[in-house]
């Protein structure tokens, strides 16, 4: 079982290729896990219905290692953080967006799913193959031959990840 | 340098800082809420970051609700309520449970938050405690359950996005009409990573459970609160409805010369009632554009419009009539002390006799859970703030949105419907204050 509560623990390296799975903008909550599902809260069951209404294949064919592309404005919709931990627990890499919805960016955030604000997302085609250098902020297609940058994460932010992200920085805040 | 804004303030106090939009900031929160889909989430976390022998940072100011899935539905919902109350029980937290409603009405109806405080809720619609004067916002269950140790949370100060609205709206027009229209004007992501405030003459008269409204939907543009200067009316409704004595010294409103991301300024009298499409809350037009879609189902309730007041609204509309034929309507009370009141005041019988099935209070299908659910086709007016594809069941259904008022004007006939063309009434604050035991 991947354990989204493990720190880095089992999470795919975004450095590895892997496919993208291509979706459009404003892709809410309810379209990445449907609401009917999210009386679990176990990452491995979650995972098994993503995207389930809206591109059912995914959760079938989803290997560890891909990638999640999208538009503007993903995530947008409730503050479920059931969404981005059923995309930790198919073990997607990074989701790569042109923007994303405030609350669900948080949320990857603290779960440790790396999420790339990337404008020149929309070149890349469902089923490419791709890679992300998280510290340069580059994302590489390799079926297409190209590269687009990415917006780095705000200074704060960018400290509170090296911190271990928040639990770790909590944790340390009370033993402290 | 300019003035600042409410949020500014406010988060400049919670943090002890000088804080301005863009700076990151640690807040002080004065009040954490979760419920049974979040709450379990957020408990995890908890016990992660605190050990076995964690505390709450204030028991006395933290809620916990059972809405989304109440009455449980199934084993997994009824286990989650479990984890709620086992919780709640051992951390000495507040607990609403099975029927005491949506979280965002129970804690403004039982005087949880108050103008001038920081509240987080993983909840999206959070945001409804800005109609009052608190910077609520939603959050997830990681950043909820910290913040539930250490009573801290970091914030990026908003910039605010200004609808300034004056002149009178027409009879049948509500704030939910102006919300849609505002999220029509400025888009599903307009307000992304900042604040909306209301403001002018209009909001200004507005009562406080049109207010919350507005606030609301502050999430659907995107918005991390909806903010309303906390006034005269806000501090009365309060008393009268909690209890609290409410000081509005300890509250904050905008300088005169604060510094706004824009002004959007609106004439409230040019303004029809508003429907939002299928399949976004952003598709929002004029009723007449819409006027005739021959509907399903029709649904009154949510966090949004599921107070006393809306509901009277549409008994109003109903009282003595009949709900069209081949049309389902479904109500549910947003609290349990709606609820009351609707059969205090025979809401209940006239709502039940036109032909509608009244639920216990909660969230209802409003996202598509139960008591309700949408099938294949199926077309629903509702009264809820989210019409995405599937949101209240089959991906092969629509959801518009609207007010009240055109909801029940749309019972009537089985379409939607123009609620100017048949006579609606608006209320003030003191309708549910009045009918109190």
Redesign the interface.
Same mark, same amino acid.
């Given at each position: 079982m991947t354990d989204a #509560?493990a720190g880095d623990g089992g999470r795919p390296d975004p450095a590895e290729p892997g496919r993208a799975w291509v979706f459009g903008d @404003?892709i /809410?909550t /309810?379209?990445i896990t =449907?609401?009917?599902f999210?009386?679990?809260?176990d990452p491995d069951e979650l995972a098994t219905h993503a995207f389930e /209404?809206?591109r059912p294949e995914f959760s079938e064919s989803v290997e560890p290692g891909d990638f999640v592309v999208a538009g503007? @404005?993903f995530g947008?919709?409730?503050? &479920?953080?059931?969404s981005p $931990?059923s995309l930790v627990g198919a073990g997607v890499s990074a989701v790569v967006a042109q923007?994303f919805?405030?609350?669900f960016f &948080?949320?990857a955030i @603290?779960?440790g799913l790396p999420v790339l604000i990337c404008p020149g997302a929309d070149a890349i085609e469902d089923g490419d193959e791709i890679h992300v250098d998280l510290d340069a902020g580059v994302v590489t297609n390799h079926t297409r031959d190209e590269t687009y940058e990415a917006e780095a994460l =705000?200074e #704060?932010l960018q400290s509170?990840v090296e911190q271990g992200g928040?639990?770790a920085y909590?944790?340390a805040? $009370?033993d402290g | 340098m300019s003035g600042k804004t409410l949020a500014e303030k406010l988060l400049s106090a919670k943090s002890g800082t000088d804080a301005r939009a863009g700076d990151y900031v640690e807040a002080d929160v004065d009040v954490a809420m979760a419920h049974d889909i979040t709450g379990p989430l957020a408990f995890r976390t908890f016990d992660e970051v605190t050990g076995d022998d964690g505390e709450l940072f204030a028991p006395d100011r933290t809620v916990f609700t059972i809405d989304h899935h109440a009455p449980a539905d199934g084993v997994q919902a009824a286990n989650n309520h479990n984890a709620v109350r086992e919780f709640a029980a051992k951390h000495g937290a507040h607990q609403f449970d099975v029927g005491d409603g949506i979280c965002h009405a129970v804690l403004v109806e039982e005087g949880f938050v108050g103008p001038g405080d920081l509240v987080i809720g993983a909840d999206s619609h959070s945001t409804t405690y800005g109609g009052i004067g608190a910077f609520g916002t939603g959050v997830g269950s990681t950043d909820l359950g910290t913040a539930l140790a250490t009573g801290e949370l970091w914030f990026r100060v908003p910039k605010t996005l200004r609808f300034e609205v004056d002149g009178d709206l027409q009879d049948g027009v509500y704030a939910k009409d102006l919300i849609l229209r505002f999220i029509g004007d400025v888009g599903f992501d307009g307000c992304t990573y900042m604040a909306a405030e209301y403001a002018g003459s209009t909001i200004e008269s507005l009562p406080i459970h049109e207010r919350l409204v507005l606030s609301n939907m502050a999430i659907e543009m995107g918005g991390k609160t909806g903010l309303v200067a906390p006034d005269e009316r806000a501090e009365s409704y309060l008393e009268r409805q909690t209890g609290n004595e409410v000081d509005l010294a300890d509250a904050f409103v905008s300088d005169d010369d604060a510094d706004y991301e824009a002004v959007h300024s609106y004439d409230a009298a040019a303004l029809a009632p508003q429907v939002s499409k299928p399949s976004n809350p952003e598709n929002a037009v004029d009723v007449t554009e819409v006027a005739g879609t021959e509907v399903d189902q029709l649904f009154v309730g949510t966090c949004t419009n599921g107070r006393y007041e809306d509901i009277k609204i549409v008994a109003d509309i109903l009282a003595g009539e009949t709900i069209a034929p081949n049309v389902r309507m479904v109500v549910v009370p947003a609290s349990k002390s709606v609820y009351q009141h609707m059969l205090g005041t025979g809401v209940f019988q006239t709502l039940t006799d036109a032909g509608a099935v009244i639920q216990s209070a909660g969230c209802g299908p409003c996202a598509g859970y139960h008591q309700g659910v949408l099938g294949d086709g199926d077309v629903c007016l509702a009264t809820a703030n989210r019409n995405f594809p599937g949101r209240e069941g089959s991906m092969e259904s629509s959801v518009y949105l609207s007010s009240p008022a055109t909801v029940g004007a749309s019972a009537l006939y089985g379409e939607i419907t123009d609620p100017r063309e048949v006579e609606t009434k608006r209320y003030d604050d003191t309708v549910f204050a009045e009918v109190l035991p």
């Open positions: #509560f @404003n /809410d /309810d379209q =449907p609401s009917r999210i009386v679990s809260s /209404d809206l503007e @404005n947008s919709g409730s503050s &479920r953080e059931h $931990l923007s919805a405030r609350i &948080r949320n @603290n779960l =705000p #704060f509170l928040l639990k909590t944790k805040k $009370l | -």
